[in-house]
């Protein structure tokens, strides 16, 4: 079945410094690859998402780029703020089901520090 | 701009009582989802309905039962509550017909079982 495999946390690190969460995943057919982001006492919110191969999401200066030959789907972003501190979780949706339900990984905890 | 709308936020439970969580959707969206939340396991399916009137088991569905109400609201009942179903529980809801749209998420409803 569909699976989806995390860098387990927590990820502590300075301000402005560079951020990688890694994510790799495991699917039948062709997904869309999703992160989400979950602040504390939050329900979960998309941060960007990609469609295929090659794609890139982008968004509030986070980036992954869908790489099918690898599987992977690497969360980055050049200057994390303390407010970027929260669990990110990578997801992939398949279209061969009806249901159309994520499949998430277990979620990084990253903590900025000031 | 309520989204999905979960209630109660919090809840304390005995074993064996029963309880119904609430879920509501103002977007107009199909399909409505039931997942749980657990420490290092990211978020499992427990129940969907891809359309008003239709519901399944996701992946982890025994001890709840799910009613789709009409097209905005969908609640998850635990009829004999137990231990093992302490958790955080989110609903989401989505479009369906239109490629690739994102899941919106309630705030989750924090739940314990004594």
């Known amino acids: 079945g569909d699976s989806v495999t995390q860098m387990e946390g927590p990820v502590t690190l300075s301000e402005e410094a560079f951020l990688t969460i890694n994510c790799t995943y495991t699917a039948t057919g062709y997904p869309s690859l999703f992160w989400y982001v979950q602040y504390p006492g939050e329900g979960l919110q998309l941060l960007l998402k990609a469609t295929k191969a090659d794609d890139k999401g982008s968004n509030k200066g986070f980036e992954a780029t869908y790489r099918k030959e690898t599987t992977s789907f690497h969360l980055e972003k050049g200057s994390v703020q303390v407010s970027d501190s929260a669990v990110y979780f990578c997801a992939l949706r398949t279209m061969d089901t009806g249901r159309r339900a994520l499949t998430f990984g277990s979620g990084t905890r990253l903590q900025v520090q000031p | 701009n309520a989204g999905v709308t979960q209630t109660p936020k919090f809840q304390v439970l005995k074993t064996g009582q029963s309880m119904t969580l609430q879920c509501a959707q103002d977007?107009?969206?199909?399909?409505m989802y039931w997942y749980r939340q657990d420490p290092g396991m990211g978020l499992r399916l427990i129940y969907y309905?891809?359309?008003?009137?239709?519901?399944d088991k996701g992946e982890v569905p025994n001890g709840y039962n799910v009613s789709r109400l009409n097209k905005r609201e969908f609640s998850l009942r635990l009829e004999s509550a137990a231990p093992s179903q302490t958790s955080v529980y989110f609903c989401?809801?989505?479009?369906?017909?239109?490629?690739?749209?994102?899941?919106?998420f309630g705030d989750g409803t924090r739940l314990s079982i004594l």
């Open positions: 977007m107009n969206h199909n399909s």
């Open positions: 309905s891809a359309s008003e009137g239709t519901t």
């Open positions: 989401a809801s989505s479009e369906v017909g239109v490629p690739n749209q994102p899941q919106h």
